[in-house]
């Protein structure tokens, strides 16, 4: 039986990329590996417990020994790495915290992995279009952009990136790289714009908007980066990056007005209600200006398209996040850590 380890999986993206695998590759056994920080919540994954071709390990990749261990045990073919700090704003109040999870991280997952006993073993390392820095009114990243990042967060980001690629030019280790948009849907964190919004709204609080809410962010649907992460992991060519996004750009202001309008709907409440909780604050410490993805080669290479168009993906992001009440009250409380006690601290 084939093994990948995904690492980050009981996060919002890793979610989406571990439920795909465990469903769709019966013979490859999926190997989730977490710290469970507070971004970490098992209950994402409730529904996949008991599938045989899963194993969830508590580990940190901080951790070399744990790391070694972890391949000496296992011996997997390759490995999905999205485990990360990816909050901007913690990561200005606690840079370290970022350099040592990706940055040290992922270098002790690299020297593990160099010396995998697999000759075909693939690393595959999940990273954000934040490396690129910020654009203007005009153009799109490219591969070719060059790296310009601004916060503490996107600089660790693109120093894990250089990683990797030191490690495919020095060792010859097989990487493949994807640096991708903001995604939006289930499962996220209310620490991100659009699930703090979407329970913000509901409780009648605040929507806070950053400086003038005119930043541009180009948003993709999770599920549609988890099929992309699919295509990359299994037909990317060695030593390549791929960007992802999803040709869809907003300023913070438009997606909240939209998500306003929706809600309004939704809720029965009357028209522009809901506009009424936006409140502007202090802007983010070097707020980048905007992003936006040319995604024109995985589209050409690996056939690659945004299957969702942006309000109906919205839409079901919402109708989510109202249908599961009980995520949002088990996220916000901190009860969502006692289901892994339950499950696993026990056996
Ligand atoms: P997330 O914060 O929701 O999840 C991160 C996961 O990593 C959590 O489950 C956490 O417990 C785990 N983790 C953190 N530190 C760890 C450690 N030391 N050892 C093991 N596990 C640890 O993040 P996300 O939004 O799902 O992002 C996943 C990856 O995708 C990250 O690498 C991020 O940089 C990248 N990315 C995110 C976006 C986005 O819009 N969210 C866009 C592009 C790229
Ligand atoms: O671009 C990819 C990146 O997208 C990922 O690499 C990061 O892991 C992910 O967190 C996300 O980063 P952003 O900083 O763009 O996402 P966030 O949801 O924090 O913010 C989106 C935009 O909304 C940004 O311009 C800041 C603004 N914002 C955010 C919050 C939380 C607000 O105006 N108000 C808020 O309360």
């Not at 008991?50 to 391949?71: M, R, S, T, W």
Request: proline share 3%; with cysteine; charged share 25%.
């Amino acid at each position: 039986m084939k093994k990948i380890i995904i690492t980050g999986g009981a996060g919002f993206i890793g979610t989406h990329v571990v439920r795909r695998f465990v469903k769709k590759y019966l013979d490859c056994k999926i190997i989730n590996v977490d710290k469970l920080t507070y971004a970490g919540n098992l209950t994402n994954l409730e529904d996949l417990e008991h599938a045989e071709n899963y194993q969830f390990i508590k580990g940190d990749i901080v951790d070399a020994n744990f790391v070694h261990e972890l391949f000496e045990t296992h011996q997997p073919d390759g490995i999905i790495h999205l485990a990360a700090e990816s909050h901007v704003d913690r990561s200005i109040s606690n840079p370290l915290e970022f350099v040592m999870t990706n940055v040290v991280g992922t270098v002790n997952l690299l020297n593990t992995a160099k010396s995998s006993k697999n000759p075909n073993f693939r690393f595959y390392h999940i990273s954000t279009d934040e490396v690129y820095g910020e654009l203007g009114a005009e153009g799109l990243f490219t591969e070719e952009t060059k790296y310009d990042p601004h916060s503490p967060y996107s600089a660790s980001k693109a120093s894990s990136d250089h990683f990797v690629r030191a490690y495919h030019d020095t060792y010859g280790l097989d990487i493949v790289i994807s640096n991708c948009s903001n995604n939006y849907g289930a499962h996220q964190f209310p620490e991100k714009l659009i699930p703090l919004a979407i329970n913000n709204i509901k409780n009648n609080k605040a929507v806070p908007i950053y400086g003038d809410g005119l930043n541009v962010r180009d948003w993709l649907w999770v599920e549609d980066h988890a099929r992309a992460i699919e295509e990359i992991y299994f037909k990317g060519k060695t030593g390549e990056t791929y960007n992802i996004g999803g040709h869809n750009e907003w300023t913070n202001l438009d997606l909240i007005h939209v998500l306003c309008n929706l809600m309004d709907e939704k809720l029965n409440r009357p028209k522009d209600s809901s506009k009424e909780l936006i409140t502007f604050v202090k802007d983010r410490a070097g707020h980048d200006a905007r992003y936006a993805i040319d995604a024109s080669k995985i589209a050409n290479e690996l056939n690659w398209k945004p299957s969702l168009q942006f309000k109906e993906g919205l839409s079901k992001t919402i109708d989510w996040y109202l249908e599961n009440e009980k995520w949002m009250e088990r996220v916000t409380s901190g009860a969502y850590k006692e289901y892994y006690e339950k499950m696993y601290d026990a056996n």
